[in-house]
Nanobody
Framework: QERLVESGGGLAQAGDSLRLSCVAS????????MGWFRQGPARDREFVAA????????FYADSVKGRFTVYRESANNTMYLQMSSLKLEDTAVYYC??????????????????WGQGIQVTVSS
């Protein structure tokens, strides 16, 4: 059974850094396009970042561009989200997604077949 498991969340102060990890099991992640999404309180799930299966292309939401970096290590089936200069508005549950449907948008949650359970990131002042 294919699974995605996130780790690395928690509590941080504004300006701090955190790194999230997403491990894919049950199938090699190398054939997946993968992405990160987040959902804050009373908000819809929103796109954060995405990376193509080969790692050659990355995409970011304007709100995180220049602060967050997405990358992957195919050898251990893991995708990462390095978050720097955290802001209060980055507080959310972060979700890992994988297996984007061919031809669909990298930025739309409905494009992805597989999801992790989510992990909380809380940024305080």
């Amino acid at each position: 059974q294919e699974r995605l498991v996130e780790s690395g969340g928690g509590l941080a102060q504004a300006g701090d850094s955190l790194r999230l990890s997403c491990v894919a099991s049950g199938r090699s992640s190398r054939s997946y396009d993968m992405g990160w999404f987040r959902q804050g309180p009373a908000r819809d799930r929103e796109f954060v970042a995405a990376i193509t299966w080969g790692g050659g292309n990355t995409f970011y939401a304007d709100s995180v561009k220049g602060r967050f970096t997405v990358y992957r290590e195919s050898a251990n089936n893991t995708m990462y989200l390095q978050m720097s200069s955290l802001k209060l508005e980055d507080t959310a549950v972060y979700y890992c997604a994988a297996d984007r449907r061919s031809g669909s948008s990298y930025r739309a949650p409905v494009s992805y077949e597989l999801w992790g359970q989510g992990i909380q990131v809380t940024v305080s002042s």
